[in-house]
Every structure is written in structure tokens, then in C-alpha cells.
């Protein structure tokens, strides 16, 4: 799996879109860009994936550069509940077991 | 809620004690996934179960031994551990190996 760089922390205000960024330059064709977040001492919370498209869900969108060397999480109005470490993750679908290559992750702090 | 339960939710343990720890997903999903993730360090996969049978193992010591009865519960046995095996330990569900995982909210073991 591709190997991805995140900056250690962000804040953000309350009520302000938070925009996560996330380089993952050495990414293959047939890589998926999944997001999950992890507030403190809690099981990581899936968010959203993509293949090129950008997605959008309930939770945030994702935006995804054309040559997919990176992409962006949208926390479109940040509430102080999304305070968390967000994981950007790049891993093959495959029909066999896989993994999720957990790295260090950014954390945001939104504060008031 | 994410559908995947985990019990105990906090269980401090004796290096000669034998305990369990259990996880039940309420999903339908044909995948488990047990990982350990110890302070200040990323998530380790340590198991991976696809429809029953283990198909991973990612070199973890003896003392922990899984279980996976049935396609909704696995189960970590475990006996004699060390202090440093304390840790939150996670189960997650994919409906396929290699699809999206659900995470539960973790034990949190420690040994003293």
C-alpha cells in the first residue's frame, strides 16, 4: 500500500470548514483513498473513501487531485465533537485480506 | 454506533490469568479483524477472519489465541501475558475481506 503524509496537527474554529490535506504521491492506479478519524481512546470511525472522483457524504467530502498524488478532507462546519486524529489511508480493494496501514495521522483541534 | 460491540470495555489482568475478550458485529459482514494498538504507537492488524477461517496472522506471540465461531463473534483468548501487551485492542467487520471496515470501541487491557 502507498505510503501517505499528513501534517501532526490543525486547528480550526467552530463552525469553520476544516480542510485535512494528505500526499500520497507514490499511489497506484487500482488505490482507494480512505479516511477514518479516532477521538481519543475510541475504535477509528470510517469516513469516506474514494477511487478518482471526488465523494461526498453525510459526514465530509473528499477531494481528489486529478493526477490523485493527493487529496482533501472537508469537515464542511466543524463542530468541537470532530475534534479527533484523522487517518488518510491509501490501500488496494482486493478480494483477499487486506490491511489498513494506520500512520501517525493528523490531529485537529477545533476549538471555540 | 457502528453495529460491532466489544466486551469487556476495561479489563486489568495478572501475568498468570486467562481472560477473553469478545466482539460481536451486527452487520452481516463475513470479515473480523482483530488489532492492538499500544500508546503513542499506530494500530497493529493482528488477525484477520474471512468467512470463519483465519487468513492472517501477522506474527503475534502465542498467548494470544483467536477465536471465530461463527461469522458474527471472534474472540481473543488470552493467557500469561506481559505489562507490555497492555493496550487497547480493537475489532472491526468488513462485509469481504478488503472492503470496508467498522471499527468497535475497543478493551482496554491492562496487565499488571
Known amino acids: 500500500d502507498a505510503k501517505t503524509t499528513q501534517p501532526p496537527s490543525m486547528d480550526c474554529a467552530e463552525g469553520r470548514a476544516a480542510n485535512l490535506p494528505c500526499n500520497h504521491s507514490t499511489i497506484s492506479g487500482n488505490e482507494y483513498v480512505y479516511w477514518y478519524r479516532q477521538i481519543h481512546s475510541q475504535g477509528p470511525q470510517y469516513i469516506i473513501h474514494?477511487?478518482?472522483n471526488n465523494e461526498t457524504n453525510e459526514m465530509a467530502s473528499l477531494i481528489i487531485t486529478e493526477d490523485r498524488k493527493s487529496s482533501t478532507l472537508i469537515l464542511p462546519h466543524a463542530t468541537l465533537r470532530d475534534t479527533a486524529v484523522y487517518y488518510c489511508?491509501?490501500?488496494?480493494?482486493?478480494?483477499?485480506?487486506?490491511?489498513?496501514?494506520f500512520g501517525t495521522g493528523t490531529r485537529l483541534q477545533v476549538t471555540l | 454506533e457502528t453495529g460491532v460491540t466489544q466486551t469487556p470495555r476495561h479489563l486489568v489482568m495478572g501475568m498468570t490469568n486467562k481472560k477473553s475478550l469478545k466482539c460481536e458485529q451486527h452487520l452481516g459482514h463475513n470479515a473480523m479483524y482483530w488489532y492492538k494498538q499500544s500508546a503513542k504507537k499506530p494500530l497493529e492488524l493482528m488477525f484477520v477472519?474471512?468467512?470463519?477461517?483465519?487468513?492472517e496472522n501477522n506474527s503475534v506471540p502465542s498467548r494470544f489465541s483467536p477465536e471465530c465461531p461463527n461469522s458474527s463473534h471472534l474472540f481473543l483468548h488470552l493467557h500469561t501475558l506481559q505489562p507490555e501487551d497492555s493496550a487497547l485492542y480493537l475489532c472491526a467487520s468488513s462485509q469481504l475481506a478488503g472492503d470496508t471496515q467498522y471499527f468497535g470501541p475497543g478493551t482496554r487491557l491492562t496487565v499488571l
Open positions: 474514494g477511487l478518482k
Open positions: 477472519y474471512s468467512l470463519e477461517e483465519r487468513v
Open positions: 489511508i491509501v490501500r488496494v480493494k482486493t478480494g483477499t485480506a487486506s490491511k489498513l496501514t
